[in-house]
């Protein structure tokens, strides 16, 4: 209940479990780019790990964002989490912090995406709207 297992899919064996969440289930999960970071999401916030070697290492804990959708820059800066109250939130990675809130939707966001190039970020929601923003800052 709230682990995430991370597996390597050649050798078909876990390499490391990340300890998520007490109570709730994870509901969103995404690697950086580079497979070096893990970002999991749900009900009691979000989850940042750096992993290495298949090893748990240090991050971070956003436990005030119920996260529905998490997605990483492509150079791997920023976290982009789309949030179950409707704003968009991206978190410095390196920092931890808040680098900005987006009032995106009205409703739920189910849906965050970057850009290859890191210059546009989309978020979708339960509004029924598609919503893009210079992801450039």
């Not at 492509?74 to 987006?102: S, Y």
Request: net charge positive.
């Amino acid at each position: 209940h709230g682990e995430v297992k991370v597996w390597n899919v050649a050798a078909r064996k876990e390499t490391a479990t990340v300890r998520a969440f007490q109570k709730d289930d994870v509901r969103c999960l995404v690697f950086s780019s580079d497979g070096a970071s893990i970002a999991a999401g749900g009900p009691s916030g979000v989850k940042f790990r750096y992993l290495r070697a298949g090893l748990e290492k240090n991050g971070f804990d956003a436990s005030d964002l119920e996260a529905n959708a998490l997605a990483f820059s492509p150079d791997g800066k920023r976290l982009a989490v789309g949030t179950q109250d409707g704003p968009v939130v991206l978190l410095d990675t390196a920092a931890g912090k808040i680098e900005a809130t987006i009032k995106a939707h009205e409703r739920p966001v189910r849906g965050v995406a970057f850009s290859p190039d890191g210059r546009w970020l989309v978020s979708g929601g339960f509004d029924h709207l598609l919503k893009l923003w210079n992801g450039a800052r």
